[in-house]
């Protein structure tokens, strides 16, 4: 059995604490959660150095975020899984990014995180938001 922290690391600082106390065997690092991709980095590195085990999870991001966290998981060579599903029932308005192929995130090798906008399709997201009511 392995036992990761989750919920209770949010910064390199809880890393390091984890690391000290020998409390965990691996961490999930949620970009959301750390505060981007250069903390979230900087905890991979530490990590690896500290021969620390890590996953790549999410919050409840639609999948503009979990694009971003499957770019940083992607990039990370040390990643050893992630959880990055939160979208499945989110309605779609944007093309491209990452997406599901056989249980497995797919990032695009297309410039940034690879996003297209369906501008047919934002007037029906202005109305379901009830965006007029926002102004």
Avoid: W
């Avoid at 990055?84 to 990032?107: A, F, N, Q, W």
Wanted: charged share 30%; aromatic share 8%; hydrophobic share 45%.
């Amino acid at each position: 059995m392995m036992v990761f922290a989750d919920e209770s690391m949010t910064s390199l600082a809880d890393v390091k604490k984890i690391v000290d106390k020998k409390a965990a065997h691996g961490i999930n690092i949620k970009l959301q959660k750390v505060g981007g991709i250069y903390p979230a980095v900087e905890i991979a590195k530490y990590c690896q150095k500290h021969g620390l085990k890590f996953m790549v999870g999410a919050m409840i991001e639609d999948f503009v975020g979990l694009t971003a966290d499957a770019h940083f998981a992607v990039s990370q060579k040390n990643a050893i899984l992630t959880d990055l599903d939160t979208d499945l029932d989110i309605p779609r308005y944007i093309t491209g990014g990452s997406h599901l192929e056989g249980g497995k995130r797919m990032v695009l090798d297309k410039p940034g995180l690879g996003f297209d906008f369906k501008l047919e399709d934002l007037g029906k997201f202005k109305d379901e938001l009830k965006f007029e009511q926002l102004i």
